[in-house]
């Protein structure tokens, strides 16, 4: 098979979460127990850093990762879901894996896959632990895809774990309070395991005091730390404040240890997340005169700093290219949307993709008002064109339409 064919086959003879929903969800790691004794335990291979948490997960790892990257090691980097090539999920040195590593690792193990009827998230993960391990990274930052517990990821035994905070998403999966949610959350402590928690909440701080007294785990809370020096990312977005703690945190767990990291390498690796790891999607300008920004933000934690954050931005009219997937708590996050603004409603092209239409009809209950579009590629084209030089552009609501505009 080719590179396309590949990944195809991936996508649609195994469920994955991201575009078909709940019929990907395994309820247990017996999968990727299996697969992992199939492969050799490559996880045992190479050093790591684990990352859970309902935001920042994504930004965190890849900061994690740039620092480490400025500090000499080879850093491996596993991520989800991605934007635009599968192969994104998959980094060392931020770059991607080979095309020629994707065919191989599946046409020598498909026969296992099909037998043991794995889901696309068991195999990726599988795939980024052969891969580190074959190309023998000194460590690897391993962002966990959901929840933490039953997550495919949670094979791994970590330096160190960092949980970056917990709002209300997957609730369907992970529970409906807050605390529930930090227990799924929490299942990533392991045993003797420092974990770092980048934001102190009161009603989830028990849940991960509890469990990592359980575990004999050292806890930090990444607040409650002396206030660094004044530490700044190329990472746009005001919400990489929180962030940048837990981060410092890590790192500052990791020398304890005995890796080699100095103040220098925190602040460039800080500095230099995107040319470093190539992350994309979070506060993403892609032009001026109209102003153009994307970000991943899809619930409403997420969204009210990136909301915030617009209100700071100086424009004439905000058009709002909008779509999401059809398991959206809408009743939740259409609250929080701006009503001063246009809104260009579009299905993103995945199975879970909500109908235009329904959201229009859910979104005018909120006062949020626009017009319905065959696809995101046509809303972004409308956008560009009805606004002026002065106006802003926001584009997001899913990382799916954000992945079809970048």
């Known amino acids: 098979m080719t590179y396309q064919q590949t990944v195809e086959w991936m996508f649609q003879q195994l469920p994955m979460y991201q575009r078909v929903g709940s019929s990907a969800f395994k309820k247990d790691l017996s999968n990727t127990l299996k697969l992992a004794a199939h492969l050799g335990f490559p996880e045992r291979d190479f050093k790591s850093v684990h990352v859970a948490g309902t935001n920042g997960k994504g930004s965190s790892s890849h900061m994690i990762a740039s620092v480490l990257q400025e500090a000499g090691y080879n850093v491996g980097l596993y991520t989800s879901p991605h934007l635009k090539d599968y192969r994104e999920r998959i980094r060392i040195n931020g770059s991607y894996i080979s095309e020629e590593a994707v065919i191989d690792f599946i046409q020598n193990n498909k026969t296992f896959f099909e037998a043991e009827n794995l889901s696309f998230f068991e195999m990726s993960v599988g795939m980024a632990f052969w891969y580190f391990a074959k190309e023998k ?5 391993v962002e ?3 929840g933490g517990r039953l997550d495919s990821t949670n094979i791994i035994i ?13 609730t ?13 959350k929490a299942g990533i402590i392991k ?25 004999y785990a050292a806890i930090v809370f990444a607040e409650e ?3 660094p020096v004044h530490l700044s990312t190329d990472l746009l977005g005001s919400y990489q404040e929180k962030n940048i703690k837990g981060v410092r945190a890590v790192i500052r767990q990791l020398i304890s240890q005995g890796w080699k990291i100095s103040e220098e390498h925190l602040r460039e690796g800080l500095k230099n997340v995107r040319k470093n790891t190539n992350l994309r999607g979070r506060w993403d300008i892609l032009q001026e005169f109209p102003k153009v920004i994307c970000d991943t933000a899809h619930n409403s934690d997420g969204l009210k700093y990136v909301f915030n954050q617009l ?11 909008f779509g999401v997937v059809n398991d959206k708590d809408l009743d939740e996050v259409l609250p929080i949307f701006p009503k001063r603004a246009t809104y260009y409603f579009c299905k993103p092209d995945v199975p879970r993709g909500l109908e235009a239409e329904k959201l229009m009809a859910k979104s005018i209950e909120f006062g949020l008002l626009g017009k319905v579009f065959n696809s995101v590629g046509e809303a972004y084209a409308a956008a560009i064109k009805a606004a002026g030089t002065k106006d802003l552009i926001f584009c997001g609501g899913s990382n799916f339409t954000v992945a079809e505009i970048i």
Not at 172 to 184: H, N
Not at 311 to 321: A, G, I, M, R, S
Request: net charge negative; hydrophobic share 40%.
């Open 144 to 146: 966990v895809g959901m």
């Open 137 to 141: 990274v000194d460590i690897a930052v």
């Open 172 to 184: 369907q999966f992970l529970g409906t309070t807050l605390p529930e949610i930090a227990g799924e």
């Open 225 to 227: 730390l002396e206030a």
């Open 191 to 215: 045993e003797n395991v420092p974990v770092i928690i980048s934001e102190k909440h009161p009603e989830t701080q028990e849940v991960f005091i509890k469990t990592a007294e359980e575990r």
């Open 311 to 321: 209100e700071d931005e100086t424009f004439e009219h905000l058009h709002f290219v």
């Open 158 to 170: 970590p330096e160190v774990s960092l949980i970056t905070n917990i709002g209300k998403d997957h």
